[in-house]
């Protein structure tokens, strides 16, 4: 059974950061794409960022030279470093993992960025 677990969110005040992590299970992570969508309230789920089995990474543009996609194929997890959060960063992350025509996702973890 695959499993994406996310954990990190949680609730910060604009400039500060946060950083998620998304642990695989029943999957070898390191050969998907794995990506970190988020969706804000009465918004439609968007791309944040992914990362290929190549290692090669692709951002949204709201948030390049914020955030950071890595991962660690020993955990087998993958982790968002986010920085300089703003609210306008506030949703709930969700990590995915694609191959073919197999498509996973986490249920979610609530970042909040609020002053």
């Known amino acids: 059974q695959v499993q994406l677990v996310e954990s990190g969110g949680g609730l910060v005040q604009p400039g500060e950061s946060l950083r998620l992590s998304c642990a695989a299970s029943?999957?070898?992570?390191?050969?998907?794409?794995m990506g970190w969508y988020r969706q804000a309230p009465g918004k439609q789920r968007e791309l944040v960022a992914t990362m290929r089995s190549s290692g090669s990474t692709n951002y949204a543009d709201s948030v390049k030279g914020r955030f950071t996609n890595s991962r660690d194929n020993a955990k087998n997890t993958v982790y968002l470093q986010m920085n300089s959060l703003k609210p306008e960063d506030t949703a709930v992350y969700y990590c995915?993992?694609?191959?073919?025509?197999?498509?996973?996702w986490g249920q979610g973890t609530q970042v909040t960025v609020s002053s």
């Open positions: 995915n993992a694609h191959l073919d025509s197999y498509d996973y």
């Open positions: 029943g999957i070898i992570s390191r050969l998907y794409a």
